[in-house]
């Protein structure tokens, strides 16, 4: 444990072997653009925007939400983030703030949802069901999704940005605002977790087939 | 003892490893992209959406446009301007007990207290303004919330004050209890003062507890906090805590999963009344229990230790995280605040120019900070 401790803390320093620059210095005065013709009414630029960010939204939601609500949520985000277009002071921080709305909507909805229960921070020793409808439980990939999403809401974030919405770590960085270390750290440590709970529950659903069986 | 040789090659082997998840370059461990074909199935693949339209904001270009093309409209308009100029100096004159400016209650379960009035949950929503105190008893919560600012979530036995929502600072006050910030505005700009330091937001979410004794702790859950009391400033990065206490200020930031000996000795560092000599013994117990990460720790470190444990701490920081080339030893030892700030940023957290960037000179209503 330590071990694997030590080596995700090796990477958040460990950038010094790889030095990555955020790759997205055009990327973000293309944001800054398209943000300002976006407030001069152009829906095409927030059309650009959308495309950009819509799997970003969509990660962070499908980490805090069920997964058959977080389509409509991510709508959500991106209306609220249109009607408040006006209140962003700097167009190259669109990202981090749209981050910022789509946590937020997550917040809320858990809040509608269940008015007394605060949204978990962290799920390490419970499970959050995700499976779509009863059927889908013996899906693999519904399996696969539930050890995710039972790890912490850090790691289980990042994991579902880099496995589900298959964005790179870079790109994961630049579009949540994250350092390159962070997101390192979150994506091996994360990993080392997935690991460990796939495992777990292979050891665990074996011997109870064989019974069954 | 670990041999750290050995480590570094496994560790480095381990990151070569693991290229794959991180930009997908390498090969990649065959489960990976097993896991990549399960989970893709998740994957965000909707259309566009259509989306409203867009009522473009005013430009005052056109404002000037009309002015030039006619100067009897201008005239017109600087008068106007005028009167409301008046207008708003008279009436600025006037204290008002509410302040159209404020933050939104945008949720409410129980009951609360804003300066004299007892808000239900069922009452319309209401506003804080500025210089009222919103108050909230043992089983409430409320959500406040400002579009270009953030959302504030306030826990039950909570006492906050509006201080100011300039343009450019944004200011509260937390008396007691606990607070959960989202903000979105630009770092910098989001102040909170509590009986212990003040917290500035450098973009991020975090959560902030005062005790009734005005000792505080934070604790940041994405982006960074800067905490800063009379010339002692800590950052505190996403994963990080750092704790305060009236007459000492910002205590050193740590991780919360170092060990027990590591954050005794750091707290007993921190506040508590010892002898130099204990002191000592608690700097080595903490350089001694530091690992990688810890490097945040060490950091902050060398400001707040005397010079022969500076020595102790550059060689221990050393270790983990080289200082770069521009930084020499001379000059980390005796505090060169560029040299120290290109070493922070090193470590891997945030770049430390967003905070010098948007540092104002932060004076809280916090008591000084006691001279170690």
């Given at each position: ?213 | ?152 979530d306030v826990d039950p036995s909570t006492r906050l ?201 932060w004076t809280g209503t916090a008591t000084p900070v006691?001279?170690?």
């Open positions: 444990m330590a071990g694997s401790a030590d080596k995700g803390d090796l990477l958040a320093a460990g950038l010094r072997f790889r030095p990555l620059r955020e790759p997205s210095v055009s990327e973000i005065s293309e944001d800054a653009t398209w943000v300002a013709a976006a407030r001069a009414g152009d829906r095409s630029a927030f059309g650009r925007l959308y495309e950009r960010y819509a799997r970003m939204v969509h990660g962070v939601l499908l980490s805090k939400v069920p997964v058959g609500d977080v389509d409509d949520l991510v709508q959500d985000v991106f209306i609220r983030a249109l009607r408040r277009l006006s209140t962003l002071r700097e167009n190259a921080n669109f990202g981090a703030w749209l981050v910022a709305i789509t946590r937020n909507v997550a917040h809320d909805y858990h809040r509608r949802s269940v008015p007394a229960e605060p949204l978990p921070d962290s799920a390490s020793d419970q499970e959050i069901p995700h499976g779509t409808s009863g059927g889908d439980q013996d899906c693999p990939s519904v399996e696969v999704l539930n050890a995710v999403m039972s790890l912490s809401e850090t790691y289980r974030e990042t994991l579902i940005l880099r496995l589900v919405e298959g964005m790179t770590g870079p790109e994961i960085a630049a579009r949540t605002g994250m350092t390159h270390g962070s997101v390192r750290v979150n994506l091996y440590r994360g990993m080392e977790q997935l690991r460990a709970k796939l495992r777990a529950r292979t050891s665990h659903v074996g011997p109870e087939k064989e019974k069954s069986s | 003892m670990r041999d750290a040789g050995s480590h570094r090659t496994e560790h480095e082997t381990s990151i070569e490893n693991d290229n794959y998840l991180w930009d997908r370059s390498g090969d990649p461990e065959p489960e990976i992209p097993q896991l990549e074909t399960l989970l893709g199935k998740f994957r965000h693949d909707s259309p566009i959406p259509v989306f409203p339209e867009i009522v473009p904001e005013r430009r005052w270009v056109v404002f000037h446009w009309h002015l030039r093309l006619f100067p009897a409209l201008g005239m017109a308009a600087a008068g106007m301007a005028a009167i409301v100029a008046v207008t708003f100096l008279v009436y600025r004159t006037k204290p008002t007990p509410t302040n159209l400016t404020g933050w939104n209650v945008s949720y409410l379960q129980g009951t609360l207290r804003i300066g004299q009035k007892t808000i239900g949950a069922k009452e319309a929503a209401t506003r804080v303004g500025i210089g009222q105190m919103l108050e909230t008893d043992n089983q409430s919560r409320a959500s406040l919330q400002a579009d270009d600012i953030g959302k504030i004050r509006l201080l100011t929502m300039g343009t450019g600072l944004k200011r509260i006050a937390l008396d007691r209890g606990t607070i959960h910030t989202y903000i979105w505005a630009p770092p910098g700009q989001f102040v909170v003062d509590t009986p212990s330091a003040v917290t500035v937001d450098l973009g991020c979410a975090y959560t902030l507890q005062v005790d009734d004794s005005g000792a505080g702790m934070v604790r940041t859950s994405l982006g960074w906090v800067g905490f800063k009391l009379n010339g002692h400033e800590s950052f505190i990065p996403a994963g990080a805590a750092c704790a305060t206490r009236p007459k000492v200020g910002p205590g050193t930031p740590y991780f919360e999963d170092a060990s027990t000996e590591f954050r005794s000795a750091l707290a007993r560092f921190d506040f508590e009344d010892t002898t130099s000599q204990q002191r000592a013994h608690d700097v080595a117990i903490v350089l001694s229990e530091a690992r990688q990460r810890d490097a945040l720790t060490l950091w902050h470190l060398l400001a707040r230790v005397d010079d022969q444990q500076r020595v102790l701490v550059y060689v221990r920081l050393s270790h983990f995280v080289p200082p770069p080339v521009t930084a020499t030893k001379e000059g980390i030892l005796r505090l060169d605040q560029p040299m120290l700030d290109m070493w922070w940023n090193e470590l891997g957290f945030d770049d430390i120019s967003v905070w010098r960037h948007w540092e104002h000179s006691r001279e170690k």
